[in-house]
């Protein structure tokens, strides 16, 4: 149902107002990729409510879970979006061309940094993805993927304690599937001495 913007700006109808509300109760449970789902949603029903005008690029202003306040730029979404598309595709130099125009827009977007950190990944950019996943712990220090990214660069490193420690941390912080184990293992298998595993993560904790 249409509604006036003066009372809720940038959000045309009821629907737009509970999917950024439902996103932003996601954020603050930690839920990023469902919070993206609901966003993307919200800016199909600005499209399909106003076909003829230009969705209005404002900020919608969300909290994580840690208390931080962030802002997704429509139009920075709309490049990510795009460019998650050719990553689908494997155009991953074209995807990280599309993630670096949408950071120029939006630099402090967890979400993209997170994106272009794998897209680099891929083009075996390391320092550079390694530069993305840390940027996306010092936004969230307790979103898991920021950890699981840099545990993923830092194994293709073969710094493999640095990995551990990175991928111990996306387990504490709530990251559960067999992929993470799978590489908890291999950097466990890849060390000399295991020994020290459980005093290195201890400090990574400090």
């Given at each position: 149902?249409?509604?006036?913007?003066?009372?809720?700006?940038?959000?045309?109808?009821?629907?737009?107002?509970?999917?950024?509300?439902?996103?932003?109760?996601?954020?603050?449970?930690?839920?990023?990729?469902?919070?993206?789902?609901?966003?993307?949603?919200?800016?199909?029903?600005?499209?399909?409510?106003?076909?003829?005008?230009?969705?209005?690029?404002?900020?919608?202003?969300?909290?994580?879970?840690?208390?931080?306040?962030?802002?997704?730029?429509?139009?920075?979404?709309?490049?990510?979006?795009?460019?998650?598309?050719?990553?689908?595709?494997?155009?991953?130099?074209?995807?990280?061309?599309?993630?670096?125009?949408?950071?120029?827009?939006?630099?402090?977007?967890?979400?993209?940094?997170?994106?272009?950190?794998?897209?680099?990944?891929?083009?075996?950019?390391?320092?550079?993805?390694?530069?993305?996943?840390?940027?996306?712990?010092?936004?969230?220090?307790?979103?898991?993927?920021?950890?699981?990214?840099?545990?993923?660069?830092?194994?293709?490193?073969?710094?493999?304690?640095?990995?551990?420690?990175?991928?111990?941390?996306?387990?504490?912080?709530?990251?559960?599937?067999?992929?993470l184990s799978k590489k908890i293992?291999?950097?466990?298998?890849?060390?000399?001495?295991?020994?020290?595993?459980?005093?290195?993560?201890?400090?990574?904790?400090?």
């Amino acid at each position: 149902m249409p509604i006036s913007e003066e009372l809720v700006p940038g959000n045309s109808t009821l629907h737009s107002v509970a999917y950024v509300r439902l996103a932003k109760c996601y954020k603050e449970l930690g839920q990023i990729e469902e919070a993206e789902r609901l966003l993307k949603k919200r800016l199909e029903i600005e499209k399909m409510t106003k076909p003829r005008e230009m969705i209005n690029d404002d900020k919608i202003e969300v909290e994580m879970n840690n208390g931080q306040s962030i802002k997704t730029n429509g139009a920075s979404e709309k490049l990510r979006l795009q460019g998650n598309e050719l990553y689908k595709l494997r155009k991953f130099k074209e995807s990280s061309e599309i993630y670096s125009k949408a950071l120029e827009l939006d630099p402090n977007d967890i979400l993209i940094h997170s994106n272009q950190a794998l897209v680099l990944l891929k083009l075996n950019e390391l320092d550079d993805a390694l530069v993305h996943a840390e940027t996306c712990i010092r936004l969230n220090s307790k979103w898991s993927k920021g950890y699981y990214r840099k545990g993923c660069i830092l194994l293709e490193q073969k710094k493999y304690s640095e990995a551990f420690a990175a991928l111990q941390l996306a387990k504490n912080y709530g990251a559960e599937d067999a992929d993470l184990s799978k590489k908890i293992n291999l950097a466990r298998k890849q060390l000399k001495n295991p020994q020290l595993l459980s005093f290195q993560f201890f400090c990574c904790m400090l």
